[in-house]
């Protein structure tokens, strides 16, 4: 399963935590679903996921102290990771915001932009982040849509998120 295929699994009342059929790779996410009041048709307007990445560096490692032997090594640490797909057609020259209680937390990237997920955005997120996700009830989602003066806000509650990201941690 890929991740594609991970988000009609989500829902947009509470986080959940879903995985591969092999329990390798799992997210945590909620969906903004949009629905007509006229047809009662309903469409994704936008999702909200998280993950487990891993960063690299470099470092000396002393192997000998007596010989001052060192070799080089790599340390991976593992980070937590936000993606927010938003609909096609939003102004990929400003980047959007994330809102969480009277915060916002910038540093959202484009990555691309396709029919299958609309415009996807990712950012490394920070244990500030985390707290403020633990504690609030909402986090939106700022940005603008192409030929547009005006900013527009998707909200997504954080009910199940604690939960949900404790499962992710453990993975």
Known sequence: MSTTDAFSKLNNKYWEYVCDDKDVE???????ILTNKDTKNSASL???YMRIGTTSKKQLNL???ENQTYQLGEQKTNIPLIFINLPLNVDLRINPVILVGKKSIK???FLH????VGCKTMLMVSEN???LLKKESKMSVVFRAFGSPKNLEINFPLKGFTKSYSKLIQT
Do not use: Q
């Open 26 to 32: 799992c997210i945590i996410g909620i969906k903004n």
């Open 46 to 48: 936008a999702t909200v």
């Open 63 to 65: 192997l000998d102290k």
């Open 107 to 109: 540093g959202l990237t």
């Open 113 to 116: 932009c396709n029919k299958d």
């Open 129 to 131: 982040l985390i707290e």
